[in-house]
């Protein structure tokens, strides 16, 4: 346990972390071009160069110090199972972390704040009130603590801090001084504050099986996929119902409400791997599960959703293997599909392949999977984001 006294931050050592920031920055910025790795595949990055180099110093270098304040279960507790799994997964798998975290704040170059938006939600939220204030309240009264508790959030007024929130009320409950953190969101919205080069968009994963993740991954080859186009869900929103009355009668594409539930959504992941295209409309929120949903069943995921950055936007070239689609023009989907030759399907279809790995939970992290692209992203939207001294 790191028992030094938290009453004043040695100048020299927050230069040191600095330093190394600023160094670690130069070396990504000028990394050596390199389009050739057994293990990346170039043009599903924006720049493989400097992902590369970025990810292998953050390997290297990277220290997190947790915060320990908090109870449980709105800190240090997790659910790793539903629609906010993202959340707790990271949670859970940073704060059993041994290579990232350190107990010695004064060498941390990043500090995590480790609450669940999703178990806040939970304890605190009055039924039926349709009011989040005391949520937004209390994450305010907490965040307060910290900053006159420790030196560490007034260094860099919170630049360094950062936090994880699924659930689609985590804008709202990370508003005031945490604007300040870099805020990884599931619910990545550009209209309520999602700040692109700082925050990163969280992947939205919907976990059946938190003992087993991975069941069932893969789909079919693209020429056992007579499906054009596939959307099934709650008519949550504006945009869900606009899709389903103009393509819910067509005979080349399966655009539902709701499906018959069957065991294990067996109907629902069997379209998403007969399909050639995945429909990723908005709900309430611009975020959907079926983005990485799409990815993991070989799908090429069509993005219906103004205004939503796409989870890691900072490293990944979504264009590469990905249709976006504004709002508007969901009367013209079908002839945006069929414009897409079979060639250039095939490559985009590939790619998915590629990339998805990168959106994989496991119980003990592994190389590039999910929960070291986000941590990730932290790291690079704050190294990237460094001044000189």
Not at 179 to 184: C, E, G, H, M, S
Not at 222 to 228: A, D, G, K, N, V
Not at 249 to 274: C, E, L, Q
Not at 339 to 345: G, P
């Amino acid at each position: 346990m790191y028992m030094t006294s938290y009453a004043d931050l040695p100048s020299q050592v927050s230069s040191l972390v600095d330093q190394q920031l600023l160094e670690a920055k130069s070396q990504i910025e000028n990394a050596a071009f390199t389009n050739n790795d057994s293990r990346l595949y170039a043009p599903i990055y924006r720049n493989i160069s400097m992902f590369k180099r970025s990810y292998e110093i953050m390997d290297r270098m990277l220290k997190v110090y947790i915060y320990k304040d908090g109870e449980k279960p709105i800190f240090h507790d997790w659910i790793l199972e539903g629609i906010y799994a993202s959340e707790g997964w990271f949670l859970k798998l940073m704060e059993e972390n041994k290579q990232f975290v350190t107990e010695d704040p004064n060498e941390a170059h990043l500090f995590y704040i480790p609450f669940s938006s999703r178990l806040l939600e939970l304890t605190l939220y009055v039924p039926h009130s349709h009011s989040r204030d005391n949520l937004i309240q209390f994450m305010k009264n907490h965040t307060e603590m910290i900053i006159s508790k420790y030196p560490f959030w007034n260094r860099t007024n919170g630049s360094d801090h950062f936090l994880t929130g699924c659930h689609d009320w985590a804008p709202a409950e990370t508003r005031g001084r945490l604007l300040n953190t870099i805020r990884a969101l599931c619910n990545a919205d550009i209209r309520t504050g999602f700040k692109i080069g700082k925050d990163v968009s969280l992947p939205t994963t919907y976990v059946r099986s938190s003992k087993n993740p991975l069941k069932d991954i893969g789909g079919n080859p693209p020429t056992q996929r007579p499906i054009l186009a596939f959307f099934a869900g709650h008519m949550h929103g504006y945009v869900r119902p606009v899709l389903l009355n103009h393509w819910g009668n067509d005979t080349d594409m399966r655009i539902f409400a709701r499906m018959p539930h069957v065991k294990g959504n067996k109907n629902y992941i069997d379209h998403m791997k007969s399909s050639k295209y995945c429909i990723c409309a908005r709900g309430f929120a611009v975020h959907s599960p079926r983005v990485v949903e799409s990815l993991i069943y070989d799908c090429v995921p069509v993005i219906i959703s103004d205004n939503y950055v796409p989870p890691f936007f900072e490293v990944l070239n979504w264009e590469s293997f990905a249709v976006f689609v504004l709002e508007k023009d969901i009367v013209n989907l079908k002839k945006v599909l069929l414009s897409i030759s079979e060639e250039k399907y095939v490559e985009m279809y590939e790619r998915v392949k590629k990339v998805k790995e990168q959106f994989f939970w496991h119980s003990e992290p592994v190389k590039y999977d999910l929960f070291h692209m986000i941590l990730h992203s932290v790291w690079y939207n704050r190294v990237l984001r460094m001044k000189g001294i």
